[in-house]
């Protein structure tokens, strides 16, 4: 019987061939946390009894959510994550680095692995043709202590995507039209295979997109087939050595099929307060906007920033807003200095901040106002998400930020 991606990779990781609903014990390569898991990780670490990581080099601690640290607390649990990582030989990724999901994809996860990581966006590598998945932090201790974890092998749903799109729009309409068709628990515990000839044609910063918030779905993972553009990414990040031929069998078995057509797709804004709450932006023009946030492990990477800076470039944002603007990775912000991406952003009077997750978890760094309004490219629109229950976010792609700003109200043209 063919098998999916995720079984496949599964049943490498298990020693055996798995299927749906099994329970199984697999190897992990990559184990992540970051500073608001990571504590309670170091934590339930210590009381496993064990003297040492079972892979240091690929146990990797990230500093971003409060980066750089905007109060003591937060700068004494980031003290935890330095100590462990000098005491066990663990890898530190610290303040500026980057969002760990980017930095996962740019430095440590390869074709046919499984990463686990103690936040919800790790299926963000599922792009690479990786099973990566979020788990809690008592898990990720595990992981990093023996080198494997339990889990249940997800049912597949197959999204085919073909044709064009129109002119402007991006990934992320195409996922947040998804989430609006199949709903905000549409695909829980499952696994979703994107294939077809759009995904084909797209880059690989559109499909890191689209595996990132497979979550919000329900998903446990986004998974793509590996071609040469994810060799390609790979060479240029200097691991074209770790490429895999990644696919699925012509005879897999899918517990759903989704086909949609690219043409179909229009420009799509999540409204407040759940992520399926979806509308197209026509409907939406009357919306005054407060603040505009581009970035973010769905949204920041150099093929984001130049949308946004081909739109802005030579005019000025909406003196009603404030836009800021959050690169992904020190890679992707010192790209964008070298393209002058950054020098239109600041000379469109958009604010420029370090790599880091801040501003959409709330933690620091655009935290909105009683009663505002933001416009975002991140992938989450929760109640109080960006640190106000009382402030109201809307997701929409880079494009349609972009215009926002300009307009001071939701706008893509």
């Not at 829980?188 to 880059?203: H, P, Q, R, V, W």
Request: aromatic fraction near 6%; charged fraction near 25%; glycine fraction near 10%.
């Amino acid at each position: 019987m063919g098998q999916t991606i995720a079984e496949k990779i599964l049943s490498e990781h298990a020693g055996h061939p798995v299927k749906p609903g099994e329970l199984i014990i697999a190897k992990v390569d990559v184990a992540a946390v970051q500073d608001g898991t990571g504590p309670l990780t170091v934590q339930e670490f210590k009381k496993l009894g064990v003297d040492k990581l079972h892979n240091p080099e690929r146990s990797i601690l990230f500093i971003d959510h409060a980066s750089p640290s905007p109060r003591k607390e937060l700068s004494n649990t980031h003290k935890v994550l330095r100590e462990f990582a000098k005491e066990y030989g663990a890898v530190l990724s610290d303040v500026g680095a980057g969002v760990c999901h980017q930095r996962l994809v740019e430095t440590f996860v390869n074709p046919g692995e499984i990463l686990v990581g103690a936040d919800s966006h790790t299926c963000t590598s599922g792009a690479l043709g990786a099973f990566a998945t979020g788990m809690g932090s008592t898990d990720i201790a595990v992981a990093m202590a023996l080198g494997k974890t339990w889990l249940k092998v997800p049912a597949t749903f197959k999204i085919e995507v073909t044709g064009d799109f129109q002119k402007g729009i991006c990934s992320k309409d195409l996922m947040l039209y998804l989430i609006g068709l199949i709903g905000a628990d549409g695909a829980t515990y499952k696994a979703l295979e994107f294939c077809g000839d759009t995904i084909e044609n797209m880059s690989m910063s559109e499909r890191f997109t689209l595996a990132n918030m497979a979550v919000e779905a329900g998903a446990k993972a986004g998974l793509f087939a590996t071609d040469n553009k994810t060799k390609e990414f790979l060479k240029e990040r200097g691991r074209e050595d770790k490429f895999r031929l990644i696919e699925p069998d012509e005879d897999a078995t899918y517990e759903r099929v989704i086909k949609i057509y690219a043409e179909d797709v229009h420009h799509t804004v999540s409204c407040p307060h759940t992520v399926d709450n979806t509308k197209s932006v026509e409907l939406l023009k009357d919306i005054k906007v407060d603040q505009v946030y581009v970035g973010t492990c769905t949204n920041g990477r150099i093929e984001d920033l130049r949308i946004v800076a081909e739109i802005l470039k030579g005019k000025k944002i909406n003196s009603d807003l404030r836009m800021l603007i959050c690169p992904a990775s020190k890679d992707v912000y010192l790209k964008a200095l070298e393209e002058g991406l950054i020098k239109t952003f600041v000379e469109a009077n958009a604010t420029v901040l370090p790599p880091g997750c801040g501003p959409c978890v709330g933690v620091h760094a655009g935290t909105l106002a009683d009663g505002e309004v933001c416009l975002a490219t991140q992938n989450r629109n929760f109640q109080g998400r960006m640190g106000n229950t009382n402030g109201e976010i809307y997701l929409a792609s880079p494009y349609v930020a972009a215009y926002t700003a300009l307009n001071g109200y939701i706008s893509a043209e």
